[in-house]
T-cell receptor, first 114, second 115 residues
Framework: GESVGLHLPTLSVQEGDNSIINCAYS??????FIWYKQESGKGPQFIID?????DKRQGQRVTVLLNKTVKHLSLQIAATQPGDSAVYFC?????????????FGQGTILTVHP | NAGVTQTPKFQVLKTGQSMTLQCAQD?????MSWYRQDPGMGLRLIHY???????DQGEVPNGYNVSRSTTEDFPLRLLSAAPSQTSVYFC??????????????FGDGTRLSIL
């Protein structure tokens, strides 16, 4: 069946290190992916997105990589800071639907130690 | 800017009670949606709306009703609360469909407990 999931539920890093958060999807029809950050007591916050016609997209300190061959998505955070500590979700949707309903993964908890 | 405002932030209900979770946005967004978030799980879509007067079901609509009489407001109603509806509820809005690169803006959630 279709699903979006994460390989690692928790990730602990030292301040200044680079972080990599992974996500797998099983539906080859998925063609649009989004990463969200959720801080404690808050709603998800958009970080970056990527379409299936791209392999890589960069933002400020973040990079998303898409490997369609193995249906794998990753979020790289450069020079991780304590303020990056949060739960990170990937979400996917598919074009051609009337709304583009998002399917979320279960989330990865990122903890950054000073 | 207020963005997406959800009220109340916390609520405790008894089984069988009804209540309405409020959601309001001040960005003139056409698209609004309700999600629930359970421990260890990602957000799941309950209902959504593509404009005033238009609503549709998401992934887990049973036990919930919605209406969209104005662009700004999208209330979620629990007609007869059940313990399985204990969850954190998030409302989101966007200028266009999620597929269209228009990011969804989320409220800070309503934490609902059903006893």
């Amino acid at each position: 069946g279709e699903s979006v999931g994460l390989h690692l539920p928790t990730l602990s890093v030292q301040e200044g290190d680079n972080s990599i958060i992974n996500c797998a999807y099983s539906n080859s029809a998925s063609d649009y992916f989004i990463w969200y950050k959720q801080e404690s007591g808050k709603g998800p916050q958009f970080i970056i997105d990527i379409r299936s016609n791209m392999d890589k997209r960069q933002g400020q300190r973040v990079t998303v990589l898409l490997n369609k061959t193995v249906k794998h998505l990753s979020l790289q955070i450069a020079a991780t800071q304590p303020g990056d500590s949060a739960v990170y979700f990937c979400a996917e949707t598919r074009g051609g639907t009337s709304y583009g309903k998002l399917t979320f993964g279960q989330g990865t908890i990122l903890t950054v130690h000073p | 800017n207020a963005g997406v405002t959800q009220t109340p932030k916390f609520q405790v209900l008894k089984t069988g009670q009804s209540m309405t979770l409020q959601c309001a946005q001040d960005m003139n967004h056409e698209y609004m949606s309700w999600y629930r978030q359970d421990p260890g799980m990602g957000l799941r879509l309950i209902h959504y709306s593509v404009g005033a007067g238009i609503t549709d079901q998401g992934e887990v609509p049973n036990g919930y009703n919605v209406s969209r009489s104005t662009t700004e407001d999208f209330p979620l109603r629990l007609l007869s609360a059940a313990p399985s509806q204990t969850s954190v509820y998030f409302c989101a809005s966007s200028a266009d469909r999620p597929y269209s690169n228009q990011p969804q803006h989320f409220g800070d959630g309503t934490r609902l407990s059903i006893l």
